[in-house]
């Protein structure tokens, strides 16, 4: 079975340009969520989905960040406009069900400039 | 107080040692917990889950203390491939919103 697929792996962008990065669920995984980590903050948890609907988006800093889920296996976080505090490493993951474990994929390393 | 909290380390630790760490939540109601492994430059993975009574996996044992609420997490005859980030994650406990821990960093050396 194919794991989570995010794309693009890296990206490297300058200040001011949208951003946008995606996100396919294993198949059959009613959550899905996005986490950004760094080093001063760690993994921080910015929403999450179940059934495609966004249930808390709490941990989404700012308006310059905004996600989607039109449909069960796809998903998209998007920046606009980018800012170099930005830079760090986008994960997604999805589960099965609540209370249960998340995979998570191989995650976009973003720089802005 | 901290949701979760973990010993940011490193441990640095030789070849065959023992070694434990803990892991503490704030949040009485949590129900589910987990440990997962983040290799450098990896995405988090899944090493195992906590159960109540205890559980162990090969030359992994973790254990939940809900009176202290504390996990742990014991590796045994530590090899040089358990060098990694270990993370601790927390469920439940009114939302479902898992929270994980910054991490422990394990440094296992010849």
């Known amino acids: 079975d194919a794991g989570v697929i995010q794309s693009p792996r890296h990206e490297v962008t300058e200040m001011g340009q949208e951003v946008t990065l995606r996100c396919k669920p294993i198949s059959g995984h009613d959550y899905l969520f996005w986490y950004r980590q760094t080093m001063m903050r760690g993994l921080e948890l910015l929403i999450y989905f179940n059934n495609n609907v966004p249930i808390d988006d709490s941990g989404m800093p700012e308006d310059r960040f905004s996600a989607k889920m039109p449909n069960a296996s796809f998903s998209t976080l998007k920046i606009q406009p980018s800012e170099p505090r930005d830079s760090a490493v986008y994960f997604c993951?999805?589960?099965?069900?609540?209370?249960?474990?998340?995979?998570f994929g191989p995650g976009t390393r973003l720089t802005v400039t | 107080r901290k949701e979760v909290e973990q010993d940011p380390g490193p441990f640095n630790v030789p070849e065959g040692a023992t070694v434990a760490f803990n892991c503490t939540y704030s949040?009485?109601?949590?129900?589910?917990f987990f440990w997962y492994r983040q290799d450098c430059r990896k995405e988090p993975k899944l090493l195992m889950s906590?159960?109540?009574s205890g559980n162990e996996d090969g030359r992994f044992t973790a254990q939940l203390n809900r009176a202290s609420q504390y996990i742990s997490l014991l590796i045994r005859d530590s090899k040089l491939s358990d060098s990694a980030t270990y993370l601790c994650?927390?469920?439940?406990?009114?939302?479902?919103?898992?929270?994980f821990g910054r991490g422990t960093s394990l440094i296992v050396h010849p």
């Open positions: 949040n009485s109601a949590s129900q589910s």
């Open positions: 994650v927390v469920n439940g406990g009114g939302s479902y919103i898992p929270t």
């Open positions: 993951a999805s589960s099965p069900g609540q209370g249960l474990l998340q995979y």
């Open positions: 906590v159960y109540s």
